[in-house]
């Protein structure tokens, strides 16, 4: 059977590397993570890059999730919002490899970034996810509360517009 860990990842070429392929792949299947497809390995390193040097200054935490080792899903807690907003907390860049999907690789990501908003003092998490082939059913099933839809928000990643559903939970 295989293993499942999940942990924080720090700055270093193999991980952005990882990373870089797996939101590749993930835009090219259809998932709308903020790009478009295609979107070149090169822009993907940079993006990494950068979300990496955030979680090592602390503003967020960037989850991996290893299967026997290979990295096959990631999520960031975004932990800094403005001043006034001290106890919110927010999900994004939630995905998981395609050959590893169904095999609850997403649930253990949003239980262990919980825990650790947790840790973080954090009260109330929020999110949001595309309304055409989000992932509305996994947060919902993980008690999240539907909270509305922006209508036309975004680009889907091969074109056409899609809504936005937000929701938040209180932890
Ligand atoms: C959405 C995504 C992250 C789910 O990953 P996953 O590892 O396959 O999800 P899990 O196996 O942990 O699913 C947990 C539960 O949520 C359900 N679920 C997962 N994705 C779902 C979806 N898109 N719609 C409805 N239900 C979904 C599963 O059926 C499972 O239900 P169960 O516990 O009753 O069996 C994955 O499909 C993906 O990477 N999609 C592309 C990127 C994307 O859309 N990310 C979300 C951005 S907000």
Not at 5 to 31: C, K, Q, S
Not at 54 to 70: K, M, T, W, Y
Not at 107 to 118: D, G
Not at 139 to 148: D, Q
Request: charged share 20%.
């Amino acid at each position: 059977m295989e293993q499942l860990t999940i942990r924080p990842l720090a700055y270093d070429d193999a991980t952005i590397a990882a990373l870089a392929e797996l939101i590749v792949e993930t835009v090219a299947h259809g998932g709308s993570v903020s790009f478009m497809h295609p979107f070149s390995m090169e822009d993907a390193r940079a993006f990494w890059q950068s979300s990496l040097h955030a979680a090592g200054e602390g503003s967020r935490i960037v989850l991996g999730a290893f299967l026997d080792g290979a990295l096959a899903g990631t999520l960031t807690l975004l932990l800094e919002c403005p001043p006034n907003q001290p106890h919110r907390a927010e999900l994004a860049k939630m995905m998981t490899a395609v050959t590893h999907r169904g095999k609850g690789i997403a649930r253990a990501l949003a239980l262990e970034a919980e825990k650790l908003a947790k840790q973080h003092g954090k009260s109330l998490i929020n999110l949001d996810t595309a309304e055409d082939e989000g992932a509305a059913g996994l947060y919902e099933k993980l008690g999240y509360i539907r909270a509305g839809l922006i209508p036309d928000y975004a680009l889907k990643p091969h074109g056409g517009l899609t809504g936005t559903i937000l929701y938040y939970k209180r932890i």
